[in-house]
């Protein structure tokens, strides 16, 4: 689990193609400085787990699953990305929780920069909308931010400036693609009333 506080950006350094597969290897320093095999580290919001590690770099499987459904795929050499450890038990809740398991591939429409903060407007797969209310959780390529609005197909959200400095959000351009996690309690609370909606219904049908 994962709170979608950046901790540091880290650099692609290799990406080797295995058919079905890839490994990748990212350059990082405090996301690094405690890791062990068999950690997981959120890469741009994808739960990763360290396979290989060196002093300065560390080794992650990604299986076709994850290429199909995020962003990863288009990882390249040079690439920022942003990382963060999984949370432990005595750390602050400074986002919100998030899994590292991406509910959709996003893209950027749209960017206002103004004095203090970038207004953002990002695109989203359809079915995903139902899960965003204005002033919720969202979290995009692992960063927990605040829906500003939104909307059937896009929603906006206010970026300051740490979160420029220290995101890959600062500098995402219109068209890029960006992972997106939906907050898990809003999941768990829809099928929770499905399943109270259907059980009623099927109570009302046996009455009548």
């Known amino acids: 689990m994962f709170t979608g506080i950046v901790e540091e950006l880290g650099t692609v350094r ?10 990748v290897t990212i350059a990082a320093d405090l996301t690094l400085s405690d890791a062990g095999l068999g950690d997981s580290i959120a890469v741009n ?8 590690r060196t002093e300065e770099t560390w080794t992650a ?3 076709a699953e994850t290429l199909a459904k995020t962003s ?14 999984a949370v ?26 103004s004095e203090h ?13 139902r899960y965003l209310v204005d002033k ?9 931010l605040t829906v500003v609005q939104a909307g059937d ?29 939906v907050d898990v309690l809003a999941k768990h609370v829809e099928k929770l009333v499905r399943a109270y909606v259907d059980a009623d219904r099927s109570l009302q049908q046996k009455e009548s």
């Open 14 to 23: 290799s990406v080797e193609d295995q058919g079905d597969a890839v490994r």
């Open 45 to 52: 919001g994808v739960c990763l787990t360290v396979a290989e």
């Open 61 to 63: 499987d990604v299986m």
């Open 72 to 85: 990863t795929g288009t990882l390249a050499p040079g690439d920022r990305v942003n990382l963060e450890r």
């Open 88 to 113: 432990t038990a005595e750390k602050r809740l400074g986002g919100h929780v998030v899994q590292g398991h991406v509910d959709g591939v996003g893209r950027i429409r749209s960017r206002r920069p």
């Open 117 to 129: 903060w970038d207004v953002v407007e990002i695109e989203m797969p359809g079915d995903l909308a």
């Open 136 to 144: 919720g959780s969202i979290t995009v390529d692992g960063t927990s």
């Open 153 to 181: 197909d896009a929603f906006t959200v206010s970026l300051i400036p740490e979160t420029l400095a220290r995101t890959t959000l600062g500098f995402r351009q219109p068209g890029d693609p960006v992972n997106l996690e």
